[in-house]
């Protein structure tokens, strides 16, 4: 299979398939023109990429959860803890968007939005703390 192939069923651009070639996360064959030659393992191991990507998993997440896959003695335990480890970010994560929105939606409210100078959004920002 050529890579626009590949591309295509993955779901993925070509130029994030040869960056995954380039860092080692799959390796297609060579045909002897020097044409990358994909097998149906290597459309798997994309599709796969391709799905924890969409999760969230780092590029070293993935390469971890590859390595588990093929794996066949691997302990589920051991995918759930990275599993667990990558939600743990994600709460995090939404803590602080969380908090963000807070302090947003305070500025925003103390905000009368009219044609005065004044503007308690420019004044939060500028002393670091909102209302």
């Known amino acids: 299979m050529n890579i626009k192939y590949v591309a295509t069923r993955a779901g993925l ?3 994030t398939i040869r960056y995954y ?3 080692g ?3 297609p064959l060579r045909q002897a ?3 990358r030659a994909f097998r149906e393992s290597d459309l ?3 599709a796969f990429i391709g799905r924890a990507r969409s999760l969230g998993f780092t ?3 993935c390469r971890a959860l590859l390595a588990l896959y093929e794996d066949r003695e691997r302990a589920s ?3 759930k803890a990275l599993a667990a480890a990558h939600l743990a970010r994600i709460e995090a994560k939404i803590a602080e968007l969380q908090a963000m929105k807070r302090t947003l939606s305070g500025l925003v409210e103390a905000c009368a939005g009219d044609g005065r100078p004044d503007c308690p959004i420019l004044q939060g920002l500028g002393q670091g703390h909102c209302c």
């Open 59 to 61: 590029i070293e997440d």
């Open 33 to 35: 023109n020097g044409y």
């Open 77 to 79: 335990a051991d995918v």
């Open 44 to 46: 798997h191991k994309l």
């Open 13 to 15: 651009p070509a130029k």
């Open 25 to 27: 996360l799959i390796t």
């Open 21 to 23: 070639e380039e860092i």
